[in-house]
């Protein structure tokens, strides 16, 4: 599916509303970096800048809009079956060293990728949608730097049960995250390391605040579902793999954790894939920890849902959607189990 406008190579600004004045100093506050711009400058997402005492945004854009599934996301828990108008647009706030979008995720930056997508309209976009009959999802580069746009996708869907779903780095501030959480109906969060140091290599971000953002989400009403890339010599190892599980049990055993099999990529390209058994050993240890809902994307099986009680198979899936789902009111039909999700 196209842009309904052409796409240009120069960014489309407009004023955004995530900053702070401080003396002669703009800073935005949408993400921990918290660049204070000079003048004209462009800070490290490439997708916001300074212009006189105002922050712009250019992610009012898109540079690829698809109708895909909901499992694609990916959500397993959120109303499956549910088509997702997804944007995908230039600039990120981390510099993912395995990145497979860096051509979007990194396009616009000083040392990046050239700029390439076309303006977008919140109206528009809830319009698509509620033809479609879908939700809007923001994902292939960082979600949160649409921010805005979500605020006001959200608002024109409300009336017509359109709901906004992230898959975001969870990088942001905490008044960010506040602020755009009543907007959002689901979320997709990455913690894609164990440690802080690791987390800086692999990413160039700080990893407790994206901690921060996924308990402050999980304990709202928006669905939260955890993804981690398992990159050999990075989190794959028992000990990274063991934090990470409890981290998540430790807000609710029931919050699925998708488990993505690593593929070098981008600057990774000297890494090996994730090996099946390094796959199947952080499942186990994710059921040790006991995490009711573990999967494992990109690689055979393992993304089917299973009744935590029982065990009878509930919800099944292919690649890209749901092929079976015998729920009954969200419980499982053998024993009742309620099944955590938005059904
Ligand atoms: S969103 Fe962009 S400009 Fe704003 S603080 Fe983060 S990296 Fe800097």
């Not at 997508?117 to 528009?124: G, I, T, V």
């Not at 979320?187 to 894609?192: A, M």
Request: net charge neutral; hydrophobic share 40%.
């Amino acid at each position: 599916m196209e842009p309904d406008v052409p796409a240009t190579e120069q960014p489309h600004w407009r004023p955004a509303q995530f900053f702070s004045r401080e003396g002669n100093g703009v800073r935005c506050t949408l993400c921990p970096h918290l660049c204070n711009l000079r003048d004209g400058e462009t800070g490290i997402c490439g997708a916001r800048r300074r212009i006189g005492d105002i922050i712009e945004t250019a992610s009012y854009s898109a540079t690829v809009i698809h109708l895909d599934s909901i499992e694609k996301k990916p959500f397993y828990h959120y109303r499956p079956g549910r088509p997702v108008l997804t944007v995908g647009a230039p600039g990120c706030s981390m510099a993912c060293r395995y990145c497979q979008n860096y051509r979007l995720s990194q396009a616009g930056k000083p040392t990046g990728l050239p700029w390439r997508a076309a303006p977008l309209e919140a109206e528009d976009l809830a319009t698509r949608a509620r033809i479609h009959n879908a939700a809007v999802g923001f994902s292939y580069s960082e979600a949160s730097l649409a921010s805005e746009l979500t605020i006001d996708v959200a608002r024109l869907g409300k009336a017509h049960g359109i709901d906004v779903v992230w898959k975001t780095n969870g990088f942001l501030t905490q008044h960010a995250v506040e602020t755009v959480a009543p907007y959002l109906s689901a979320v997709n969060i990455d913690i894609k390391a164990a440690d802080e140091n690791r987390h800086r290599r692999l990413t160039g971000a700080a990893l407790a605040p994206i901690l921060e953002t996924f308990r402050y989400l999980a304990s709202s009403r928006v669905w939260v579902e955890v993804s981690t890339p398992m990159i050999p010599d990075v989190n794959a190892d028992a000990e990274s793999v063991r934090r990470i599980a409890n981290w998540i049990a430790e807000i609710s055993v029931d919050i699925p954790w998708h488990l993505v099999r690593f593929n070098p990529d981008f600057g990774m390209m000297q890494a090996r894939p994730t090996l099946p058994s390094e796959l199947d050993a952080a499942v186990e240890i994710a059921k040790d920890a006991g995490l009711n809902y573990v999967y494992v994307e990109r690689s055979m099986g393992g993304r089917d849902t299973t009744c935590p009680n029982c065990h009878a198979p509930v919800v099944q899936r292919d690649i890209w959607r749901t092929t079976s789902n015998v729920l009954i009111n969200g419980g499982c039909p053998a024993c009742g189990t309620a099944i955590a999700g938005k059904w």
